[in-house]
């Protein structure tokens, strides 16, 4: 069998047309995606347009619980001249949410980051579907 390893669609097409798998690459796929968790909400304890200078901490909450043992932030499309520098990373005691805490910000400043896929849930350890996170210091 010669196949082009770097063709995606033509990988597909072949585990399709084999009759290994249960279903199709596609529906496999899909079934994966509906599991992963997401990100159900951030909260700065206001709008995000009005985060305070002052604030130091901000919660992300998930729909599923996550295993403390692994997470992943990174700069949003914005770059790192936007990210807000982290001091650590809190597991909530549910697994259910996580504290960012961070360090000062400047007034007027645009922030953006974005929670990974590095994140996973503790049930079949699957990965977080990413989030960018943006906000705007008053």
């Not at 910000?105 to 953006?112: A, D, H, I, M, N």
Request: no cysteine; hydrophobic share 40%; charged share 25%.
């Amino acid at each position: 069998i010669e196949l082009d390893y770097t063709d995606s669609t033509a990988i597909a097409s072949f585990a399709d047309e084999s009759g290994y798998l249960s279903a199709s690459i596609n529906d496999l796929k899909s079934r994966f995606e509906a599991r992963r968790p997401v990100v159900t909400s951030v909260d700065f304890g206001g709008g995000l347009d009005k985060v305070s200078p002052a604030m130091r901490a901000f919660d992300v909450h998930f729909s599923t619980k996550m295993d403390p043992r692994f997470r992943s932030t990174d700069f949003g499309p914005m770059g790192e001249a936007h990210f807000a520098p982290i001091d650590s990373i809190v597991f909530a005691d549910d697994l259910m949410s996580v504290r960012y805490f961070i360090q000062s910000l400047e007034s007027g400043k645009q922030y953006q980051m974005r929670v990974e896929s590095g994140f996973r849930s503790v049930e079949g350890a699957l990965p977080l579907v990413p989030y960018l996170i943006e906000f705007k210091v008053k």
